[in-house]
Nanobody
């Protein structure tokens, strides 16, 4: 089993930046992809970005492309989400996720990931 813990959320003004971290523990050798999803109140969980740990291939939702960057540090078993030029519509709980193999379709869906963190709140004020 894989355990994931997010950190780094908080309150930031529009145009500002935050860096989220996701630390993985347990059977980390089994992880193939890691991803970030977000969920605003009353809305469905939304894909943000993903990274394949072998090779570092990345994929972004159109809504964050050019503003957010996902990266990984295998030595630290940690994935990061650098968020720049934040907008009020980025406000959500951000969740880290991991799976054990390739997804069949892009963009990924929550069902493609079997391990989840507890979430960290990101609030962007105007």
């Amino acid at each position: 089993q894989v355990q994931l813990v997010e950190s780094g959320g908080g309150l930031v003004q529009a145009g500002g930046s935050l860096r989220l971290s996701c630390a993985a523990s347990g059977r980390t050798f089994s992880i193939y992809n890691m991803a970030w999803f977000r969920q605003a109140p009353g809305k469905e969980r939304e894909f943000v970005t993903a990274i394949k740990l072998s090779g570092g291939n990345t994929y972004y939702a159109d809504s964050v492309k050019g503003r957010f960057t996902i990266s990984g540090d295998n030595a630290k078993n940690t994935v990061y989400l650098q968020m720049n030029s934040l907008k009020p519509e980025d406000t959500a709980v951000y969740y880290c996720a991991a799976n054990r193999g390739p997804v069949r379709q892009l963009p990924p869906t929550p069902a493609d990931f079997g391990s989840w963190g507890q979430g960290t709140q990101v609030t962007v004020s105007s």
